[in-house]
């Protein structure tokens, strides 16, 4: 076989095995303030945004004044920083690199990290999007579970906390249905009216 004729197998497998090698997702900018930039761990540098996910080993770094706060999946804790620091993103809790460590709170009533994961489903690039990467639809029992587990989150969360309608709108945006987001966008104008985040999202779907 001619090498021209492998190109293409050989494209895919690089792709792949890039895939395979990217560092997992753990963890989602909760609110973002001030100059922010970070570094992944291949080196490449990127300026995050309320509602990015950050993979292990992405280094966030923080200029005098700014702010962000990070929900990490796997430990199910918040992490809000203040700059100047800099930090570099664990699983189990972030590593300090410069300036003071985070205070650190426990997210509470998420059912589980597979929750906190889904939330982190919607994210900006560039542009706010409903989509944080392919995924599986759920069917109407996974559905069923996921409003029954916002039902008690929501119970024991803070006041203006979006973190459980973030799981809401993170797990529907594979069913394709602004109508069935609507309802937890909604909750969230009214939490955070001020949001640009939030009417950003609100604009997308058609509420404003």
């Not at 650190?104 to 906190?116: D, H, N, T």
Request: glycine share 8%; aromatic share 4%.
């Amino acid at each position: 076989m001619s090498l021209l004729r492998m190109l293409p197998a050989l494209l895919l497998l690089c792709v792949s095995l890039a895939h395979a090698q990217a560092p997992a997702y753990v963890g989602l900018i909760d609110r973002l303030s001030g100059q922010v930039v970070a570094t992944s761990a291949a080196g490449a540098r990127f300026e995050p945004s309320a509602f990015s996910r950050l993979r292990e080993g992405d280094e966030v770094r923080l200029s005098a004044g700014a702010e962000v706060q990070i929900v990490l999946f796997e430990s199910r804790r918040r992490e809000q920083w203040q700059g100047p620091a800099s930090f570099r993103l664990r699983a189990g809790g972030s590593e300090v690199l410069a300036g003071k460590a985070a205070q650190v709170a426990e997210v509470k009533g998420a059912p589980s990290r597979v929750s906190l994961a889904a939330a982190g489903n919607v994210q900006r690039i560039g542009g706010l999007t409903l989509r944080g990467g392919p995924g599986r639809i759920p069917d109407d029992a996974t559905v069923a579970q996921a409003q029954a587990d916002y039902a008690e989150w929501i119970k024991v969360t803070h006041a203006d906390d979006i973190l459980p309608e973030l799981y809401m709108v993170g797990l529907l945006q594979e069913r394709r249905d602004p109508a069935l987001l609507k309802p937890y966008v909604e909750v969230m104008l009214k939490k955070q009216p001020e949001r640009p985040e939030v009417k950003a999202l609100a604009e997308r779907i058609g509420l404003h």
